[in-house]
């Protein structure tokens, strides 16, 4: 079986001498070594998306390499490729090195000046543990790579410049992977002016400056710095103290967000809009960077800015990181395509709406995790959550019931459309049945009034058939003029008659039918 190797060596006279030397061994296919450690992590994760089979068995580091130290990227490389053997190559030999490479998770070194039997003794140990090592992952369910100790997705949250939604951004984005069931870390790396804790209502004394002077975070010690929120996100917040800042160089913030992916499913960081050696180590180690950018030229330019200034740090490309518009408006000048085309990097498809008042409540109170969920600002950032994968799908049951609850809307809403005629017809039935008892109750009252006033006119040797008609209809609607009214007197009783047409539907639509409301009055002058 031939053995694949890698070496990463910044240095083009040791590279020369690594790859003489490799060429020499038998079995063995040394590929063309990597200057930095940058284009190494790229190179890996390329074949590790074809193929577990196309990744090098055996992963030579340089103890020169960089810009990220040979022993972060060790355990960078043990974490996210199991299946690879590392091995450092180092002039120094002592036991303290030897067991900080071995807590790194190397497979072993070999020493300067480089020798045929150390070098051909170390690569194959490694060669044998990385084919074990793949023998155990090609039997696990799909065969997948799935990174050792948890392997969680760290997504570096960092804003073009002030003001722009990045802590927002970062604290929705980690309740939304939360209430998908996740076990979620939010690391808060603005050191100077974090406000995460602010965010959700916490006072906590521990931060991760209390951790710059310990150099094995162990999961007890990363216990005790962080602050379980009452939402279940764990939190590690920056200092209090902006000074403290200082401390957490980017040798402690490669441990602790190593610490942090090794024991949770998801890790949020806060990386704030000043760009530090801490900040950098972060954006370099996250799978996903979102930059967060509002419509506006200045902010645009800064994001052009930033993205430059990863690129010459060497820690992110401009086409892997994510731009997310904040404040987005349909009307703006400045769409996401037009961000996209000036910094070089993908937009992604969910945008933030401009909706401070519905921010500014749970804000103001420090409650992010109050924020109402029909706040168009929470969907979209949710929305995004899901996006950069930080949502867990639903089982497969839930999925199935979810399935079945559609199902009966849908069948509810068949029922309902063959059931709405029927609904319309007994509506319109109750409806006539109504204007039927309104116009016979005119009827009736209209008559009333005309008999007494015939009575009236009568005593006062008036037109008693004219008053009669005139007070009927004047007790009418306008819509029920059409009315006949009739008054007659057989001696002691004046009757009045009103016949009235009955509207179909609508008043004055009048098929033909009709209803009669009689009344009476005692004549005047004669006894009742």
Request: aromatic share 4%.
């Amino acid at each position: 079986m031939t053995t694949r190797i890698l070496p990463a060596v910044g240095d083009p006279d040791g590279a020369r001498a690594l790859i003489t030397l490799l060429s020499q061994l038998p079995d063995t296919e040394p590929a063309p070594p990597v200057p930095d450690s940058t284009a190494l992590l790229d190179l890996l994760a390329r074949l590790a998306a074809e193929s577990l089979d196309e990744l090098p068995e055996v992963v030579l580091v340089h103890e020169r390499i960089g810009p990220v130290p040979a022993l972060d990227l060790i355990r960078d490389l043990v974490l996210r490729f199991p299946a690879v053997g590392v091995v450092l190559v180092t002039a120094d030999t002592s036991p303290a090195l030897l067991t900080a490479a071995m807590d790194s998770g190397a497979r072993g070194i070999v020493p300067f000046p480089l020798s045929y039997d150390a070098l051909a003794e170390r690569v194959q140990a490694a060669a044998s543990w990385s084919a074990g090592m793949r023998r155990h992952l090609a039997g696990s369910p799909g065969g997948e790579l799935v990174p050792a100790g948890g392997g969680a997705r760290v997504v570096a949250v960092t804003g073009a410049k002030g003001g722009v939604g990045t802590t927002l951004a970062a604290v929705q984005l980690a309740l939304a992977a939360r209430a998908s069931g996740r076990s979620v870390a939010l690391l808060d790396l603005d050191l100077q002016s974090g406000d995460v804790a602010s965010y959700l209502d916490v006072q906590f004394r521990r931060s991760v400056a209390d951790l710059a002077a310990i150099h094995d975070i162990t999961p007890r010690v990363l216990a005790d710095a962080v602050f379980t929120h009452e939402t279940g996100i764990d939190l590690l917040l920056a200092p209090a103290d902006g000074e403290r800042g200082e401390e957490v160089t980017d040798r402690v913030a490669r441990q602790v967000v190593h610490a942090l992916r090794a024991r949770y499913e998801v890790v949020v960081v806060d990386c704030g809009t000043q760009m530090g050696a801490a900040n950098a180590a972060a954006v370099e180690l996250a799978d996903q960077a979102v930059l967060l950018v509002t419509p506006d030229v200045v902010a645009v330019r800064a994001a052009k800015r930033m993205v430059r200034l990863w690129d010459r740090l060497q820690i992110r490309k401009a086409e892997e990181t994510l731009t997310v518009v904040n404040r987005h408006a349909r009307s703006a000048e400045i769409q996401p395509t037009l961000v996209e085309r000036v910094t070089g990097t993908k937009t992604t498809r969910a945008t933030v709406p401009a909706a401070y008042k519905e921010l500014q409540a749970a804000v103001d109170a420090g409650r992010m995790q109050d924020l109402d969920n029909r706040s168009t600002v929470k969907q979209a950032l949710w929305t995004l959550a899901g996006e950069l994968g930080l949502v867990a799908a639903p089982p497969p049951d839930q999925g199935g019931r979810r399935s079945r609850r559609r199902a009966d809307k849908g069948a509810v809403t068949l029922e309902f459309a063959a059931m709405f005629p029927l609904v319309l017809i007994v509506m319109a039935l109750m409806w006539q049945c109504v204007l039927y008892g309104y116009t016979y109750s005119l009827a009736g009252n209209a008559a009333d009034e005309a008999a007494r006033a015939a009575t009236s006119a009568q005593a006062g040797n008036g037109d008693a058939a004219g008053a009669c008609t005139t007070a009927g209809r004047k007790h009418l609607p306008s819509a029920w003029q059409s009315a006949t009214v009739t008054c007659a007197d057989d001696g002691t009783l004046m009757k009045a008659t009103v016949q009235v047409k009955v509207p179909l539907f609508f008043p004055g639509v009048n098929p033909g039918w009709e209803v009669k409301g009689q009344a009476g009055a005692a004549s005047e002058g004669t006894a009742p």
